[in-house]
């Protein structure tokens, strides 16, 4: 006897909350990223006919990617246009910087994020979060493989010097 | 490999990504160099709070409900989208006409008692087949009749403008005993069977049957069948003149 095609909401349901870490580390705002991931979730109910497998995990992360951009080329006046301002960004999630030494290098860490261009957080999103080989990424962003490792390699570096420049600041505005 | 290579290529070595044997050289190269060794693991240990700073997100509680309202009136619209497709369509119309053309074909119960009313009514047009009770009186059918029958029929004595009593008698249609009413119309003859409803009483069908136009009906009181070759418009004018007359009670 065939066995039951697992539904739409079983195979893509569970991968809620990686969608929205995808979105957020991508639209760096809450409400834009919970208003994507609804998107993607809707663009997903569409294209699932012609879904095969039983891990819909990667396919859905390409949707809320997509989705993601559809919502930045919309949003592009608004997002390029102002500076970026740690204020308008920060959430209720965000935890107070009194806090222990490893949580506040975390916050310093997602501040630092932010401060990327949408490409470099797409794609450390995509390769740290999601997994993906440097393969997966090539086709998945349509670059060749070695504009993926440079790509990485300076979205890494970038990171590194945001932390570093954060953490810099604050260890002075402490003292 | 020297320390400038190295550096270049530790984020692929620490990703994996290496070809084997450039893989087992930076890991050579990392197990006698102290401060590549000492980068590498910088890098892992900001990969690994990368991580963890992103495991910090976490997706709003209404972010679930809001999302499965969305699929799921997604879901509804795109099943009355099915529905409304030609073919869907065309499918039910298959299937109803298949319904109708089988209810028409197969035999039923009141499709058989229809058939033997005709057979009844056929016989009784034979010359030599007297009437029972002849009388335009509808008093006089109607008490002989509750005589011989265990009811009483309804008798209308002039059921619509042309049409006449001119008798009764007791038949058997499907081994009940019914009351026959007898009308002329110029040279027509119209009979009306009439009997106590057992359980269901008769839906209101028209049937043609070897050359008979048949009207059935039914209420609480009565079963009633009528038989006769007048056209399907008297037929009509007959049973609608005639149903009034029972629904107003103007009979005996």
Request: hydrophobic residues 40%; proline residues 5%; charged residues 25%.
């Amino acid at each position: 006897m065939e066995q039951k095609r697992p539904t739409f909401e079983e195979l893509c349901l569970p991968h809620l909350g990686a969608a929205y870490i995808l979105a957020r580390l991508l639209l760096r705002s809450d409400q834009d990223a919970q208003d994507v991931v609804q998107e993607a979730y809707l663009r997903a109910l569409k294209g699932f006919k012609g879904f095969r497998g039983d891990n819909a995990r990667p396919w859905l992360m390409m949707i809320v990617r997509n989705a993601a951009y559809s919502w930045l080329k919309k949003h592009a006046k608004e997002a390029n246009m102002l500076p970026f301002d740690p204020a308008i960004y920060a959430t209720s999630t965000d935890k107070p910087l009194s806090e222990s030494s490893r949580e506040e290098r975390i916050q310093q860490l997602r501040e630092a994020f932010k401060r990327l261009p949408i490409e470099a957080r797409e794609i450390l999103a995509l390769r740290e979060i999601e997994g993906l080989s440097y393969e997966q990424l090539a086709s998945a962003l349509k670059v060749p493989l070695g504009t993926v490792m440079s790509r990485l390699s300076r979205a890494r570096q970038r990171l590194r010097e945001e932390f570093a420049g954060i953490r810099h600041t604050e260890l002075q505005d402490g003292l | 490999m020297d320390c400038e290579e190295a550096n270049r290529l530790l984020d692929a070595y620490l990703d994996r990504e290496l070809d084997l044997r450039r893989h087992l050289e930076l890991e050579q190269h990392l197990s006698l160099c102290l401060s590549c060794q000492s980068l590498a693991q910088e890098l892992e240990e900001f990969r690994l709070l990368f991580m963890a700073s992103a495991q910090t997100i976490k997706a709003p509680p209404q972010l679930r409900a809001n999302v499965l309202a969305a699929v799921r009136r997604e879901q509804a619209k795109r099943s009355f989208a099915f529905l409304r497709q030609p073919w869907v369509y065309a499918a039910a119309v298959v299937v109803l006409s298949l319904f109708l053309a089988l209810n028409i074909l197969l035999p039923d119960a009141e499709g058989e008692l229809s058939r033997q009313a005709v057979l009844r009514h056929s016989y009784s047009l034979a010359p030599d087949h007297p009437l029972d009770v002849a009388s335009a009186n509808p008093r006089v059918v109607k008490s002989w009749l509750t005589v011989k029958l265990d009811f009483a029929p309804p008798v209308v004595g002039s059921p619509a403008s042309g049409y006449s009593l001119v008798g009764g008698r007791v038949d058997v249609i499907q081994n009940r005993s019914v009351a026959a009413l007898i009308y002329k119309h110029d040279n027509d003859v119209v009979t009306l069977f009439c009997w106590p409803p057992k359980k269901e009483h008769l839906s209101k069908r028209n049937h043609f049957i070897e050359g008979y136009h048949v009207r059935t009906w039914g209420n609480a009181e009565c079963n009633y069948i009528v038989v006769s070759k007048l056209s399907d418009r008297e037929m009509d004018e007959f049973m609608d003149s005639f149903r009034v007359h029972v629904q107003s009670g103007a009979y005996f």
